[in-house]
């Protein structure tokens, strides 16, 4: 087990952790798409809830 940990502790030495801009930019992109996303799956709800509305 204490060997595990050992190895653990090492290989996070290696890792690149991005900086604070990288990670600001990356969580803009993802807030900005789900935004995006959102509004497309709203619109297509509504569309279809009118045109279900429409016909029955």
Do not use: C, E, H
């Not at 290696?14 to 930019?25: A, E, F, G, I, L």
């Not at 709800?45 to 016909?55: A, K, N, P």
């Amino acid at each position: 087990m204490f060997k595990f940990f050992k190895s653990v502790n090492k290989t996070m030495k290696q890792v690149t952790w991005p900086t604070w801009k990288q990670n600001r930019r990356d969580t803009g992109i993802v807030v900005g798409s789900s935004v995006l996303f959102a509004l497309y799956l709203g619109l297509l709800d509504l569309l279809f809830s009118y045109m279900t509305q429409l016909f029955l």
